[in-house]
């Protein structure tokens, strides 16, 4: 099993391009986390889908930001336009159905910096 | 919805001390509590968990405790190591909502060797 997998694992872009971030799932999971961490605001809640829908996207921090589920194992998560405040690590984490166990497996996160 | 408070935010310890971390929770539905460790540069990844349902759960040096009903759980690590610096964060939730957790601000755990 290889985890949960994202990419790109290092991005640095422009202020007002657009930044797509990638997850993969771990098979077998059906929910799907993102999170922003930072140094001033920790570990965020952006959005979250089960079973590809999106439960709770109140984390999502404006318009901005847009995150798709469009098959069971695959998820982005879209900044556009990007501007420097969006600089942080994005981490996706997966979930196994329910009736298994709560615990998330994260990914090994996307260090975004926007200059 | 869920609020998780974390306490203390710093913690610095001398090798093979014990350390505790102790978090709150608001919402009496949630039932599942992880605890979470991050080294420098690294994902989260979950150390020890606990249910409802249970009162302490160890495992070898960690343990953790939970008192639902003054809305409290705690992280205990004996006979720390250098290896166990790290960022430390709890979190709540409840089964029924899909498993999302809300994670208390961390605690970055420093042990002096």
């Known amino acids: 099993d290889a985890g949960v997998i994202q990419s790109p694992r290092h991005e640095v872009t422009e202020m007002g391009q657009e930044v797509t971030l990638r997850c993969k799932l771990i098979s077998g999971h059906n929910s799907l986390f993102w999170y922003r961490q930072t140094m001033m605001r920790g570990l965020e809640l952006l959005i979250y889908?089960?079973?590809?829908?999106?439960?709770?996207d109140s984390g999502m921090p404006e318009d901005r930001f847009s995150a798709k589920m469009p098959n069971a194992s695959f998820s982005t998560l879209k900044i556009q336009p990007s501007e420097p405040r969006d600089s942080a690590v994005y981490f996706c984490?997966?979930?196994?159905?329910?009736?298994?166990?709560?615990?998330?497996?994260f990914g090994p996160g996307t260090r975004l910096t926007v200059l | 919805g869920e609020n998780v408070e974390q306490h203390p935010s710093t913690l610095s310890v001398q090798e093979g001390d014990s350390a505790v971390i102790k978090c709150t929770y608001s919402d009496s539905a949630s039932n599942y509590f992880p605890w979470y460790k991050q080294e420098l540069g690294k994902r989260p990844q979950l150390i020890i968990d606990i249910r409802s349902n249970v009162g302490e759960k160890k495992d070898q040096r960690i343990a953790v405790t939970l008192n639902k009903t003054a809305k409290h759980f705690s992280l205990h690590i004996t006979e720390t190591q250098p290896e166990d610096s790290a960022v430390y964060f709890c979190?709540?939730?409840?089964?029924?909502?899909?498993?999302?957790?809300?994670f208390g601000d961390g605690t970055t755990l420093t042990v002096k060797p």
């Open positions: 889908f089960n079973n590809n829908v999106p439960i709770d």
């Open positions: 979190a709540a939730s409840n089964r029924a909502n899909a498993g999302k957790s809300t």
């Open positions: 984490a997966s979930r196994p159905r329910s009736g298994g166990p709560n615990e998330q497996f």
